[in-house]
């Protein structure tokens, strides 16, 4: 049934006010994402943009009032960028009448604060479960279904098998994506979008509803065999032994294709702690063994071709980037099930790419400590790389020159903002030094000129090469010089940028760093310049020329927090 949208008065008006007249900028500048070499980045008025963000906490951006001290505190804290989420409920309070009051509020303060957004359309799915639908549709259960679980049992889940959610939700959404078109096309605030929120189906491996059952039972979809087919040479590797496994079949049953899926008798826990998982599975790599993929490659499916749809809808309204998050398989949620089964996780990458083509990103919400391996599982197939949610602090200041310098990110965005930002010193001062470092990374992205390197306590020293030359880095000493014996008790990172045969900019902090040439000739790397300085508008404000103590009599460098070195090397016998 088509439902008739009506936007109340105050919405219109305040969105109204919003257009800007004074911009300058133009609907050609709508973001988007463009190729550089193997990086993917995000275009935000005409030039590439890294988004230093956080997200809000869930509910925060829906009261004005609420937020009014928030914003300066982001702004302060180095941010360009806020993820904030937008409650279907709050701006669809009955059937085809909408509200956008608090978008608009939420859009006028983010740019009166020179900040960007990112809006979490938090729908039909948020963590896995259906809190943020509206009443309207959750009291019209026979209209629009939920999911069953085993024994039948009706969890608050909406179904994503129900062609009514999908297009109550896609019509929300495409009325969303208007009003941002009407009142930002020009200004470009809101950089990107989020649709839904952690999708999957949690307390069983996938959906038991008769409908469900029925599709199970069914074929796997011509298009979905199709595209493995097409696509068998470069399939995610797991995927693809997965699908060898059962012997590379291009028809049949979901289970003749995949393999069997959870067996009745076993019910899903809320949490795979031991037991069932034993304490040694828990503690070693065990628990990232695939169980029942069956079960999570269909769900997968249904959500891909669910939230395609939704997106396709709010794209032809205002097509702007849009990408999907995960709640990934971690040691306490082992099991599909215990983790939303079905998110776009890495293992079935293929499945939304077949599924979604008009998901521009599939992202991880990464709290997990094997922070670089999640990263390289999501850029593969050239996924660009944003992560939502993640922490902040020591650790997480780490992981942002990493997965900028390393993975080509396009925004990293520690979760609950302000409940740190402020106090977070760390994530402050990292923020910072990559504000100043953004143009050269934009510039470096994807050209194979730039490394990034994340040292953890107790690693040994690591060894990269760029350029003519391997560089080692390794914890700094107090006095400079590489550590010996003391081992702090965060991760450290630096990011390395080669900007000529002989040249390279190093940031970060807490590490040394002394230079081998890997080149044949003679065989010990000099320090030549070294200048410790700033980047102000991408333009190199040098400031001391160090040697001596300071460069360890010419043999080390040592990293101060969030110091920017510009250095230059020969090579000598
Ligand atoms: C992940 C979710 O995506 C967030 O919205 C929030 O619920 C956090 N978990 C809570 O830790």
New binding site residues.
Partial sequence: MKTRILITGVALCSGALLVSQASGQSEQDTPHLRKQGSATQLIVDGKPFLALAGELG?NSATSLEHMKPIWPRLQEAKLNTVLAGVSWAQIEPQEGKFEFGIVDGVIREARSHNLRLVLLWFASW??GLSSYAPDWLKKDFERFPRIQVKDGRTIELLSSFSDANRDADAAAFAALMRHIHQVDGRDHTVIMMQVE??VGVLRDSRDRSAVANKAFAGPVPKELMDYLQKHKDTLIPEFRDLWKDHGFKTAGSWVEVFGPGKPDSFDVPVRSLSPPLSQEAHDNTEWRKLTWPVDEIFMAWQYARFISRVVEAGKAEYNIPMYV?A?LQQPDHAWPGTYPSGGPLPQVMDIWKAGAPAIDILAP?LYLSHFAEVCARYVRQGNPLFIP?TGAGATGSANALLAFGQYNAIGFSP?YIERTAGSDTDLEGTYDLLAQLSPLILEHQGKGTMIAILVNPNDPPQNVQLGNYTAHLAFASRRGGPAVGQQPSSPAAAILILTGPDEFYIAGAGLSVTFTPHTPGPPLAGLGTVEEGTFVNGRWIPGRRLAGDDTGQGENLSLRANGILRVTLYSYR
Avoid: G, Y
């Fill in positions: 869930n948020k963590n929120n952690e998050n709640w919400d949610e979760f």
